[in-house]
């Protein structure tokens, strides 16, 4: 099993920043990916950010692309997205995912159901 726990969530006004992190505890394995998803009320999971654990890989939803990074700490067993120029729209769960099976693709990290295991949320809001 793997437990993720993400934290810094919170409210921020529009134009500002925040940094969420995951640290993952449990299994480990050696070719694996770690994305962030977020679910807005009345609205499905959606995909934001990914980054391969092994290689510089990283992937970004076009709606927080310039905006998000998504970084990793081999050695915390962490990966944190950092979250510059908010805005309203962003307001939402966001989750941390692990996806431990498969070779990276595009079609492969941004789907949500290939994920396997996920942390619990944080709740980013962002005033206008």
């Known amino acids: 099993q793997v437990q993720l726990v993400e934290s810094g969530g919170g409210l921020v006004q529009a134009g500002g920043s925040l940094r969420l992190s995951c640290a993952a505890s449990?299994?480990?394995?050696?070719?694996?990916?770690m994305g962030w998803f977020r679910q807005a009320p009345g609205k499905e999971r959606e995909f934001v950010a990914a980054?391969?654990?092994?290689?510089?890989?990283?992937y970004y939803a076009d709606s927080v692309k310039g905006r998000f990074t998504i970084s990793r700490d081999n050695a915390k067993n962490t990966v944190y997205l950092q979250m510059n120029s908010l805005k309203p729209e962003d307001t939402a769960v966001y989750y941390c995912?692990?996806?431990?099976?498969?070779?990276?693709?595009?079609?492969?990290?941004?789907?949500?159901?290939?994920?396997?295991?996920w942390g619990q949320g944080t709740q980013v809001t962002v005033s206008s």
């Open positions: 995912a692990v996806l431990i099976r498969g070779t990276w693709s595009v079609p492969l990290i941004r789907n949500r159901y290939n994920y396997d295991y």
């Open positions: 449990g299994r480990t394995f050696s070719n694996y990916a």
């Open positions: 980054i391969n654990w092994s290689s510089p890989s990283t």
